[in-house]
């Protein structure tokens, strides 16, 4: 279970008590703060801000521009992942290749 996954729980169990924000899902994660604005993870904070709201249940879009925007963030993430996949491949590629040529 995920930290963010773990704090929804408690909030559910404990009530608005406790806070959802990057300080305490940083705490939970057993990270320090800076951390996570050092290095972001997108779909991550996407969910805690979904999560922020008063009664700590992910938000409805209220609009049809939320919504195009919410799938444009989503299509961007998956373009980066796919741009990853692709370069680690390559690289994989060319290493085997390198070993095959060096044997």
Do not use: C, H, W
């Not at 559910?12 to 959802?20: A, L, R």
């Not at 879009?61 to 989503?74: A, G, I, M, Q």
């Not at 741009?83 to 491949?89: N, P, R």
Request: aromatic residues 4%; charged residues 35%; without cysteine.
């Amino acid at each position: 279970m995920t930290a963010l996954n773990r704090l929804v729980q408690r909030r559910i169990k404990e009530g608005n008590q406790v806070k959802i924000d990057m300080t305490s899902l940083a705490e939970e994660a057993g990270y320090a703060r800076s951390y996570l604005y050092k290095f972001p993870i997108e779909s991550v904070i996407a969910r805690l801000r979904e999560i922020q709201s008063s009664d700590g249940l992910p938000k409805k879009p209220s609009s049809t521009s939320d919504v195009l925007r919410k799938l444009r963030d989503e299509r961007d993430q998956m373009r980066k992942e796919r741009d990853i996949a692709v370069e680690t491949s390559r690289r994989l590629m060319l290493d085997l290749m390198e070993l095959k040529g060096g044997l």
